[in-house]
């Protein structure tokens, strides 16, 4: 079979997202079988290339093959933010043009089936899949904009109702689509990808040559600066054990920094003046952020909605200390509820970060509990369960 992704305009950026396709790709790139994947990416970057050097089944088209360029999709995202009848008119005739676009890759390629791995669908002469991570919107509606929620609700009502087969993560999101979507449950399936061949895999070996000296020992976040990622509470747990315990917390987050960093969270930071305790240091590349794993005390995980965590995942398969809290998907990952706390009771969640940052025995503790659900995250069978989609759907279109 030939399946294309569609994946132009992903890049760091994207957070969990990114990770998905990249994990996605590591399992079907190192299968070595006999199907084709093609990866539609924008020109001229140097995500994803990488690929198509490592793995034979892998090759990569370049966007000016398809005629969907990204400053067409960048301006369609513009335009879909709009609510007048005249931006719908607009954003229907584009969602033709990169349609039709796409309709001569799939035909020079042959391709069989397409695969959005996030959510997105055209209507194609191919059957297509879209993966669904979250329908956070419809539990927090508080972090969206008007606009916003209009938009989500628009287009996730069209892109789930009209594509041939969705793939979500974990059970709670497949029920969530069934509830508020009223779809069949046989069109959906669950697949979990499995931790294996990760971007940090390289870095493993050698992972002592990491291992610096720390002039102050430090907590870790990975996350792009959400709302629903719930740095916020975090800086309030940490401001708490320093006016209540004289417990100085240092916390290093990466990720993407969004507006609401620079309108609530370095707001928060500079009137409470915790500059000396956290730092918001933005997208690192992949040494640089294996580097902070390899020497941070720990790893929390505050976030109030999470499809599913890569910062957990990664934490256990590392062997790195982690807490989380006791959201959706999150106390499944961990296995233990010794490592959880709510999200929103900040005293909770700061007695979970006191023992995480002071106490050696609870750190060890941690690794050591967590030795048990690796296996489980490395073996989920989700390559398998890949090939029979796509080939039901290959068959049956």
Same mark, same amino acid.
Not at 369 to 386: F, V, W
């Given at each position: 079979?030939?399946? $294309?992704?569609?994946?132009?305009?992903?890049?760091?950026?994207?957070?969990?997202?990114?990770?998905?396709?990249?994990?996605?790709?590591?399992?079907?790139?190192?299968?070595?079988?006999?199907?084709? /994947?093609?990866?539609?990416?924008?020109?001229?970057?140097?995500?994803?290339?990488?690929?198509?050097?490592?793995?034979?089944?892998?090759?990569? *088209?370049?966007?000016?093959?398809?005629?969907?360029?990204?400053?067409? $999709?960048?301006?369609?995202?513009?335009?879909?933010?709009?609510?007048?009848?005249?931006?719908?008119?607009?954003?229907?005739?584009?969602? *033709?043009?990169?349609?039709?676009?796409?309709?001569?890759?799939?035909?020079?390629?042959?391709?069989?089936?397409?695969?959005?791995?996030? &959510?997105?669908?055209?209507?194609?002469?191919?059957?297509?899949?879209?993966?669904?991570?979250?329908?956070?919107?419809?539990?927090?509606?508080?972090?969206?904009?008007?606009?916003?929620?209009?938009?989500?609700?628009?287009?996730?009502?069209?892109?789930?109702?009209?594509?041939?087969?969705?793939?979500?993560?974990?059970?709670?999101?497949?029920?969530?689509?069934?509830?508020?979507?009223?779809?069949?449950?046989?069109?959906?399936?669950?697949?979990?990808?499995? #931790?294996?061949?990760?971007?940090?895999?390289?870095?493993? +070996?050698?992972?002592?040559? %990491?291992?610096?000296?720390?002039?102050?020992?430090?907590?870790?976040?990975?996350?792009?600066?959400?709302?629903?990622?719930?740095?916020?509470?975090?800086?309030?747990? &940490? +401001?708490?054990?320093?006016?209540?315990?004289?417990?100085?917390?240092?916390?290093?987050?990466?990720?993407?920094?969004?507006?609401?960093?620079?309108?609530? $969270?370095?707001?928060?930071?500079?009137?409470?003046?915790?500059?000396?305790?956290?730092?918001?240091?933005?997208?690192?590349?992949?040494?640089?952020?294996?580097?902070?794993?390899?020497?941070?005390?720990?790893?929390?995980?505050?976030?109030?909605?999470?499809?599913?965590?890569?910062? $957990? #995942?990664?934490?256990?398969?590392?062997?790195?200390?982690?807490?989380?809290?006791?959201?959706?998907?999150?106390?499944?990952?961990?296995?233990?509820?010794? %490592?959880?706390?709510?999200?929103?009771?900040?005293?909770?969640?700061?007695?979970?970060?006191? +023992? +995480?940052?002071?106490?050696?025995?609870?750190?060890?503790?941690?690794?050591?509990?967590?030795?048990?659900?690796?296996?489980?995250?490395?073996?989920?069978?989700? /390559?398998?369960?890949? #090939?029979? *989609?796509?080939?039901?759907?290959?068959?049956?279109?």
């Amino acid at each position: 079979m030939n399946i $294309l992704f569609f994946i132009p305009d992903k890049d760091p950026r994207s957070g969990g997202i990114f990770q998905y396709i990249n994990c996605l790709l590591e399992i079907l790139g190192s299968s070595e079988d006999e199907n084709r /994947y093609y990866l539609l990416l924008r020109d001229n970057t140097a995500y994803f290339l990488d690929y198509e050097k490592r793995f034979k089944n892998i090759k990569c *088209i370049p966007e000016h093959e398809s005629g969907a360029n990204s400053t067409l $999709l960048s301006w369609k995202e513009k335009i879909q933010k709009g609510i007048s009848k005249v931006f719908q008119k607009i954003n229907i005739q584009l969602n *033709i043009t990169t349609a039709n676009s796409l309709d001569k890759v799939i035909g020079k390629y042959a391709i069989d089936v397409v695969h959005f791995p996030y &959510i997105r669908w055209e209507k194609l002469n191919v059957p297509t899949i879209t993966t669904i991570h979250d329908v956070q919107e419809l539990y927090f509606p508080e972090y969206f904009s008007a606009e916003e929620r209009t938009k989500r609700a628009v287009n996730n009502f069209k892109y789930i109702t009209n594509a041939n087969h969705i793939i979500v993560s974990y059970q709670h999101i497949k029920n969530d689509i069934v509830r508020f979507f009223q779809q069949q449950q046989e069109k959906i399936d669950v697949v979990l990808l499995n #931790m294996q061949h990760l971007w940090f895999d390289k870095f493993l +070996l050698n992972k002592e040559e %990491y291992k610096k000296t720390v002039k102050e020992p430090y907590l870790l976040y990975p996350a792009v600066t959400w709302q629903h990622k719930n740095h916020l509470n975090l800086l309030k747990a &940490i +401001l708490h054990l320093r006016e209540t315990k004289n417990i100085n917390v240092k916390l290093i987050c990466t990720g993407k920094t969004t507006e609401y960093y620079t309108q609530t $969270l370095h707001l928060f930071i500079v009137e409470n003046r915790l500059d000396n305790n956290v730092s918001f240091v933005g997208i690192v590349d992949d040494e640089n952020l294996f580097s902070l794993y390899q020497n941070a005390v720990g790893v929390v995980v505050p976030t109030k909605y999470e499809a599913g965590s890569f910062p $957990l #995942m990664e934490s256990i398969m590392m062997q790195i200390p982690v807490i989380c809290s006791n959201v959706t998907s999150l106390p499944e990952t961990i296995g233990n509820e010794k %490592y959880i706390f709510n999200p929103d009771d900040i005293q909770e969640m700061a007695d979970k970060i006191e +023992l +995480l940052f002071t106490s050696e025995e609870f750190r060890q503790q941690c690794v050591m509990d967590c030795q048990q659900q690796i296996k489980k995250l490395q073996h989920t069978n989700a /390559y398998n369960k890949l #090939m029979a *989609i796509y080939a039901e759907l290959g068959k049956n279109f």
